[in-house]
C-alpha cells in the first residue's frame, strides 16, 4: 500500500538509502534532509514522500515534487527500495504511483537523474523499463568519470 511518509518511518527510509550501498554519507544526509522538510514542514509544496508499506514494513519509498520555474514539469527526487524486497515490484508501483501524482496536479513531464557509474546500472535499467528516455547527459558531473544522465517520461500521454 502506498501511503505518505509519516514521523515513523524516517529510520527505515534512511535505512534503505543505506542498504542499497550506492550512496555517499553526503547523498544520505541529503535524504534525510529531505525527508524532514516534507515531515517539519506541512506548508512547504516542493517535496511530498510517500512510502510502499508492506505489511508494516517500510520496503521503498518516493520523493517527488514540482520543478521550480516550469509548468507540468516535476522531479523525481528519490525512487528506492529496500534490497530485501527487490523483484517484488515495489519500486514500479512507487513510479506508477508517480505518475498518477504528477497527472493529477496538471503535470505532463517527470525527471529522474542518476549517475553513469557502473553500481547504477540496475537504476538506469529500472527508468528505461518504466519508458523513461535519456533526455542528457553531462560529463564528469559529479565528479571525473562520472555523469550525470537524466531521465524523462511524459506522463500526460499514458493511460
Known amino acids: 500500500m502506498t501511503r505518505v511518509v509519516e514521523q515513523r518511518d524516517r529510520s527505515e527510509i534512511i535505512q534503505i538509502v543505506r542498504a542499497t550501498g ?15 522538510i516534507y515531515l517539519n514542514q506541512p506548508e512547504q509544496r516542493d517535496y511530498y514522500a510517500f512510502v510502499e508499506d508492506e505489511d508494516g514494513a517500510v520496503a521503498g519509498f518516493l520523493i517527488v515534487g514540482p520543478t521550480p520555474a516550469t509548468t507540468g514539469t516535476f522531479d523525481m527526487y528519490w525512487i528506492a527500495s529496500h534490497p530485501d524486497f527487490y523483484g517484488k515490484g515495489i519500486s514500479q508501483t512507487l513510479d506508477r504511483f508517480a505518475e498518477r501524482f504528477v ?14 557509474q557502473p553500481s547504477y546500472e540496475r537504476t538506469r535499467a529500472f527508468y528505461k523499463k518504466q519508458g523513461y528516455a535519456v533526455v542528457s547527459q553531462i560529463t564528469d558531473y559529479y565528479k571525473p568519470g562520472d555523469d550525470l544522465v537524466v531521465f524523462g517520461k511524459r506522463v500526460d500521454t499514458l493511460s
Open 103 to 116: 497527472k493529477e496536479r496538471g503535470g505532463y513531464l517527470l525527471i529522474a537523474e542518476t549517475s553513469s
Open 22 to 36: 550506492n550512496f555517499s554519507e553526503e547523498e544520505i544526509a541529503i535524504a534525510a534532509e529531505l525527508i524532514d
